[in-house]
């Protein structure tokens, strides 16, 4: 048996402030052995990444207070507890003995300092190196985890390089002076599938090169199957069940680990309501159990109903003919463009009434400038946008503003699109205002209770911040101030990718339902094609500005023709399914 690495013993640690005192952590116990991959699995607020940071004493003292418990890490064959060390001797620890990859590599990367300086830097303080050497390492480590061209991204800022990229940064960063342990803190969410396999593979690579213990913290059970030897599985602040991948994908034991498991749309044929977390805690409810040979002549059949037939047959509520978006990249001095990237490059399809059509594909080909397009919040540079027969690419501003009254958008990032400073009441009647919906504010008021309601919060939360509101909730209180202005035509751009895999079964169920009462068309714009095969009529394949494929949802999935569908779908991490 390998030797032990950590150990953490009975730990609690709670949240005190003036007013109120929170436990976040409750009687944790785990092990990780040297060599060894251990993920830690659980949704926003289970208490997974605040265990992390407590291993790298990260967080402040208070608010946090260490109720009790240990956290044993072991060099050079001695067992030191890091609850006991000081500042300094912590320091000592960090990013030498145990590193962190953090989730959000943008926020953990210095804007205004090179990629290579940050690395270097690492390297100087913790193995006393010239600058020569440690630029030198650098460049090895910038090879290693396979990052185009090392020595110019080694003077390139975070901001030029794409997430993936900046996530190889941060590996980099992290095994710069060989650790014993490695902390991998949602290392790929919100990446595409095809970027979150090759960084599951990298990080399984350098951890049996450099024989590293590894914690794996993420929220989605999938993934566990691409990397892990073993699961912990965490539950509001405590650890409910432990075991090896097999185990826990073949004979879970925690209604909560059931709930995981199930909520995945891998697992689920379009149209049908995805079980939540309530599901299972209140209820007895059955994992569903059928092979992937079962699963997928199920979805065949599918496939020859009359629901995507019927659509094909109504008339186009949007057209979209020869759409061109150009960005200029480099101009002479007089101005004139020399060279152009191509971001949609002469794009046509059609979308019929109450259909929904997903639009799949990896960062940067196109997707999202395709959607923002499409109502103008991005200028074409040629083609044609017939909107109900209207050509909505060459009105007039005003006319077009007008227009977004019947065209709405859900954005990625739930906080970013919504003013911190307004309560989520205003936010929603916000649009109702600028359109003139209703006469006044108290029948946009009782409207907007009305939407709370329908997205599954409470008429309580009309005064509340965004801040006070998880990432789910925020995402439901974009949807209500979509819904509010009673739109022909919503575009959801990536609105499920960032989410827990139970959040998201919970959003994907309420755009069902809202559809079903709306009747609304809509275009899902994901790099997920699990998540758009269930809830689209039909899939359009993006790449390089260009539309690669299309065709119904479980056409395009279980038989796709071209070489770039079938790199992303067999980059979908499905688990273990039996």
Known sequence: MPPLLLQIKNLSVDFETEYSSTSAVKNVSLEINKGEIVAIVGESGSGK?????LILQLLQSPPAKYSSGEILFSKNDKQINLLQLSEQEMRDIRGNEIAMIFQEPMTSLNPVQTCGSQVMEAIQLHE????????????????QVQLPNPVNILDRYPHQLSGGQKQRVMIAMAMSCNPSLLIADEPTTALDVTVQKTILQLIKNLQQQHEMGVIYITHDLSLVAEIADKVIVM???????TGSVKDIFLNAQHPYTKALLACRPVLHSKGKRLPV??????????????SNEQQQTGNQQLATGNNVRTLLEQKPV???????????????FFGKVLLEFKAVDDVSFE?????????????????TTLGRALIRLIEPTAGNILFDGKDIAHIQKNEMRRMRKNIQIIFQDPYGSLNPRITIGSAIQEPMKIHGLLLNNKQRRDKVMELLEKVDLKQEHFNRYPHEFSGGQRQRICIARALGLNPQFLICDESVSALDVSVQ???????????????????FISHDLSVVRYISDR????????????????????????????????????????
């Open 277 to 290: 977390v309530s599901d299972f805690l209140v209820t007895s409810y059955k994992l569903p159990v059928t």
């Open 505 to 523: 079964a919970q959003v994907l169920n309420l755009l069902n339902d809202l559809k079903k009462e709306f009747g609304f068309t809509s275009i």
């Open 318 to 332: 949007l057209k979209v003919q020869n759409l061109k978006v150009y960005f200029p990249v480099r101009k002479n």
């Open 539 to 578: 899939i359009m394949v993006m790449n390089k500005g260009r539309i690669e494929e299309s065709g119904s949802a479980d056409e395009v999935y279980f038989h796709p023709k071209e070489e770039y569908t079938k790199k992303l779908i067999a980059s979908i991490p499905k688990g273990i399914v039996v």
């Open 235 to 241: 539950y509001k602040g405590s650890v409910v069940e």
């Open 351 to 367: 979308i019929m009434k109450g259909e929904t059509v997903g639009l799949v594909g990896e960062s940067g080909c196109g997707k």
């Open 49 to 53: 990444t605040v265990t992390s940071l």
């Open 128 to 143: 006393k190196k010239n600058k020569n050497s440690a630029r030198k390492k650098t460049i090895e480590l910038f090879e």
